[in-house]
């Protein structure tokens, strides 16, 4: 029996064999009724234009100013990066850790990945690597925590709205855009449909 043919269930180990689906068609756990796989033509192609599209977002957010205050005539604007090191020189190492992992650090990892792997399966070519690749998404996927951030960042925003005049900037427009986006990549990345992909190129 060709190995290829077997899948594995994530949740109870079941070793069952892979059929054919219909279009739109999920395959589940004969034991536990986990889903195990999807047939979803080009769902690689919608995973990679919305995984561009969270590359141009990402850039915006972090080319921008987040919010800017002004207070007595005084404007200050800051992007995410000038918020990151402002905590750094603050002494409150954790905390700009913690906002530098999960709003640039690991979405930018994410994104670049996904990017890695399925641009030169668009054009079929092989990839290398897609193993680890895949392991180090599923790593990193906890930890892209954009929409605590940006929780925050609107209850900072209305506080500092009493105290003086907040505007707010391009940067969290792209923020807010990029949430439902990087969510829609989790959604539509099939690592099974990957798989399936390199064994025909290889
Ligand atoms: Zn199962």
């Known amino acids: 029996m060709d190995v290829s043919e077997l899948i594995v269930c994530p949740d109870c180990d079941c070793l069952q064999r892979r059929v054919p689906l219909p279009l739109g068609g999920a395959a589940r756990c004969s034991r536990c009724d986990a889903l195990l796989y999807r047939s979803c033509r080009n769902g690689t192609q919608k995973t990679l234009a919305y995984t561009v599209t969270a590359l141009f977002l990402f850039l915006i957010a972090n080319s921008y100013p987040i919010a800017g205050i002004e207070v007595q005539g005084n404007r200050q604007a800051a992007s995410l990066y000038d918020a990151v090191s402002l905590l750094w020189q603050e002494g409150h190492i954790e905390v700009a850790v913690l906002v530098g992992l999960t709003t640039l650090i690991t979405p930018i990892i994410q994104i670049g990945l996904v990017l890695f792997l399925l641009v030169p399966l668009q054009f079929n070519h092989l990839v290398q690597g897609v193993a680890p690749v895949l392991r180090i998404l599923e790593t990193v996927r ?60 290889s």
């Open 142 to 201: 906890p930890w892209s925590m954009m929409e605590v951030f940006f929780l925050g960042v609107l209850v900072s925003l209305f506080k500092l709205e009493q105290l003086a005049h907040v505007e707010v900037g391009i940067a969290l427009w792209a923020f807010a855009a990029m949430i439902p986006i990087l969510i829609a990549v989790g959604m539509t990345f099939e690592p099974d449909e990957i798989w399936e992909k390199v064994r025909m190129l």
